[in-house]
T-cell receptor, first 111, second 117 residues
Framework: TQLLEQSPQFLSIQEGENLTVYCNSSSVFSSLQWYRQEPGEGPVLLVTVVTGGEVKKLKRLTFQFGDARKDSSLHITAAQPGDTGLYLCAGARTGANNLFFGTGTRLTVIP | DAGVIQSPRHEVTEMGQEVTLRCKPISGHNSLFWYRQTMMRGLELLIYFNNNVPIDDSGMPEDRFSAKMPNASFSTLKIQPSEPRDSAVYFC???????????????FGPGTRLTVL
């Protein structure tokens, strides 16, 4: 059983559209990270959110940590083909050195 | 900064053979993680080390899998004997874990794509 469930699992959209990816859990995390993985490469860290309700922006990407620190969302505005990849959320828990990775959302942006 | 280095990038072997995957973490990082990724199961944590000591190996699937970290700059993951179901991409990641805790940001290597025939 995965600690972090992501939805949707697959997403295929046209260039210019907006989208939101969700990362949900029943557990509380001390911080939550989002990674993007492109084919043939390892996941690359995009952002870390720490405070409940925190919102961080990275160009066209907006990340939000839930008030209760159990969930997070990633919103992409005006998606571009370069956004294509596997998006993974990962939660850190107090007292544990490892991360709990989500099930992943595979995004394809069609030109 | 060279990042996390893994070798080989690709490995094709026959069932029953021994396979050794190698990882060099980012200099100064004190934690190292081995993951396996497949389409069916996603990204799975196999084992992680803190200050070269194995902390949690509960993700290691079977006794055929073993991992070592003889020093802060090198780790190996060995599969002996290998089986076709071991075919996957294996990632190594490193992190700097501080006493303050909380963030645990990990930096991944490019992975080793293993195919066992």
């Amino acid at each position: 059983t995965q600690l972090l469930e992501q939805s949707p699992q697959f997403l295929s959209i046209q260039e210019g559209e907006n989208l939101t990816v969700y990362c949900n859990s029943s557990s509380v995390f001390s911080s939550l990270q989002w990674y993007r993985q492109e084919p043939g490469e390892g996941p690359v860290l995009l952002v870390t959110v720490v405070t409940g309700g925190e919102v961080k922006k990275l160009k066209r990407l907006t990340f939000q940590f839930g008030d209760a620190r159990k969930d997070s969302s990633l919103h992409i505005t005006a998606a571009q083909p370069g956004d294509t990849g596997l998006y993974l959320c990962a939660g850190a828990r107090t007292g544990a050195n490892n991360l709990f990775f989500g099930t992943g959302t595979r995004l394809t942006v069609i030109p | 900064d060279a990042g996390v280095i893994q070798s080989p990038r690709h490995e094709v072997t026959e069932m029953g053979q021994e396979v050794t995957l190698r990882c060099k973490p980012i200099s100064g990082h004190n934690s190292l993680f081995w993951y396996r990724q497949t389409m069916m199961r996603g990204l799975e944590l196999l084992i992680y080390f803190n200050n070269n000591v194995p902390i949690d190996d509960s993700g290691m699937p079977e006794d055929r899998f073993s991992a070592k970290m003889p020093n802060a700059s090198f780790s190996t993951l060995k599969i002996q004997p290998s089986e076709p179901r071991d075919s996957a991409v294996y990632f190594c990641a490193s992190s700097l874990i501080t006493l303050a805790g909380g963030r645990n940001e990990q930096f991944f290597g490019p992975g080793t794509r293993l195919t066992v025939l």
